[in-house]
């Protein structure tokens, strides 16, 4: 009997130990949980959420319908008539008139690079700008204060300004779109007529001029066709790929043709340019357009707009706002995370900047550092 009991008691005793042990570790487990786990995951969302979101994207994203790409073919010692046959097109008897829109708000560095290249292919030129950002964030009419820089179109030139509604907390997509209606229009002031082609993109969105030189000669394109541009960053230094496509061509229809800048068509036009973003001269222009920018809840911090940090960001090749690439499959996120490569090429830009070398060097590989920087 006492020997039974005495095992009964061992027994109880090493359960009440392995109770107590257990206890102990979920005390520790749960005060790891509560004190370590979870602020460092609360903290890891408010500091980095976008990033896991982004870093998900292939899974709760696809990606937009491809494009059907069309081949472009281009060398200044081949005729107008071989290049529209190349492209499957047919030369025409006269050139197509040709309207270039912008929205402006303080790129005049891209205006005038993008304005000389296009120069002895466009009828009429036509600027908006408004005295509110996107954000409506009041701003000064721009263009108008260097005009006088502009003098080489003002014979070409339609120019309107609007005042801005400056609804606080509205969507800033609303005042773009508004903005955009009255460049439409401008556009009609300006005479533009059906079959007229209009180029539709941001001013720092510049198609090759031999690019719209062969759509106006030649017959035979889709009415509305997306070009492909290479994308840069900060400078011709940084040449982050060769997707940008929001910039198009339209053949002008009165009543239907709308200025907009998202998708509407499926064509897509290979090679057709430089897409320059954030390509500024000073850094306060930078800060200017990381508060004037449509997606202004990607600046979180106060800091990002720190000169210094700005200025560090701009010779790595980094993103200005810690975001990760908006990819749609991993193998291109992955392939894409971390700074941008620098590039040395400065072949194949626009002949205005080279030519002018002297005045636009922080556009050329190896020049990174901004006046007030
Ligand atoms: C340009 O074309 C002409 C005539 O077709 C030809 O003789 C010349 O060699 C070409 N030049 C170049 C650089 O291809
Ligand atoms: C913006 O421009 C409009 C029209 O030009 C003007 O009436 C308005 O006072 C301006 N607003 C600001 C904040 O400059």
Request: aromatic share 14%; net charge positive; with cysteine.
């Amino acid at each position: 009997m006492k020997s039974v009991v005495r095992f009964d008691n061992l027994k109880i005793g090493s359960r009440i130990s392995r109770f107590r042990w257990m206890i102990r570790g979920i005390d520790l487990k749960s005060f790891v949980v509560m004190f370590v786990l979870i602020p460092t995951i609360v903290a890891g969302i408010y500091l980095h959420g976008q990033k896991v979101s982004y870093f998900l994207r292939p899974i709760w994203q696809s990606p937009p319908k491809p494009f059907i790409h069309l081949p472009h073919y281009y060398h200044s010692n081949v005729s107008m008539a071989s290049l529209c046959n190349l492209h499957g097109w047919k030369l025409r008897d006269y050139p197509r008139r040709v309207y270039d829109a912008v929205l402006f708000s303080n790129e005049i560095d891209m205006l005038t690079i993008r304005w000389k290249e296009l120069y002895p292919y466009i009828t009429q030129f036509v600027l908006l700008e408004s005295n509110s950002t996107f954000t409506s964030i009041p701003k000064s009419f721009n263009f108008a204060i260097n005009r006088n820089n502009f003098d080489f179109v003002e014979s070409r030139l339609t120019y309107g300004t609007i005042g801005g509604r400056f609804n606080k907390g509205e969507n800033p997509f609303v005042e773009e779109a508004y903005q955009r209606v009255a460049l439409d229009h401008l556009l009609r002031i300006a005479g533009i007529d059906d079959d007229d082609l209009l180029i539709m993109s941001d001013v720092d969105e510049i198609p090759s001029g031999h690019t719209i030189d062969v759509l106006r000669w030649c017959d035979g394109q889709p009415p509305i066709v997306h070009l492909n541009l290479k994308n840069y960053l900060y400078s011709f230094e940084f040449n982050l790929d060769h997707k940008s496509w929001r910039a198009s061509v339209h053949q002008y229809r009165k009543g239907s043709t709308r200025y907009v800048h998202y998708r509407q068509s499926d064509y897509l036009l290979a090679d057709s340019g430089w897409h320059c973003s954030f390509c500024f001269r000073k850094i306060s222009d930078f800060v200017f357009k990381m508060k004037a920018y449509s997606h202004t809840d990607r600046v979180r911090f106060s800091h990002y707009l720190d000169t210094k940090r700005i200025q560090a960001v701009i010779c790595s090749g980094a993103d200005l706002y810690d975001m990760l690439p908006e990819e749609y499959t991993f193998r291109e996120l992955i392939g894409k995370m971390g700074p941008i490569p620098h590039s040395y090429s400065a072949v194949h830009l626009p002949s205005y900047l080279l030519e002018n070398a002297d005045k636009y060097k922080y556009l050329f590989p190896g020049n990174c550092i901004r006046e007030d920087g």
